[in-house]
């Protein structure tokens, strides 16, 4: 199987930035997308942002577009997403993704809460 892990979530404060990092291990494939989506409470889940094996394309939900940055090290088979402005609304759990051979892959999520 594969499994993914996050890290770097935390508690910033308003106008603040944090660094998320996803490392993928396991049961591997070379060409495959990752990205991450966020859930607050009491909503769905939603998409974040998404970026392509090569890393020369990326997609960001339009609330993020301009704030956050994902890259990936595919030696590592790390994604990361860096947050910058942060913004209350920002608050959520935020769990890696992985498509590997059309299957959806995990995380099990890193709460970042952003202090008004």
């Known amino acids: 199987q594969v499994q993914l892990v996050e890290s770097g979530g935390g508690l910033v404060q308003a106008g603040g930035s944090l660094r998320l990092s996803c490392a993928a291990s396991g049961r591997t494939f070379s060409s495959y997308a990752m990205g991450w989506f966020r859930q607050a409470p009491g909503k769905e889940r939603e998409f974040v942002t998404a970026i392509s094996w090569s890393g020369g394309t990326t997609y960001y939900a339009d609330s993020v577009k301009g704030r956050f940055t994902i890259s990936r090290d595919n030696d590592k088979n790390t994604v990361y997403l860096q947050m910058n402005s942060l913004t209350h609304e920002d608050t959520a759990v935020y769990f890696c993704?992985?498509?590997?051979?059309?299957?959806?892959?995990w995380g099990q999520g890193t709460q970042v809460t952003v202090s008004s």
């Open positions: 993704n992985a498509r590997i051979l059309r299957e959806n892959y």
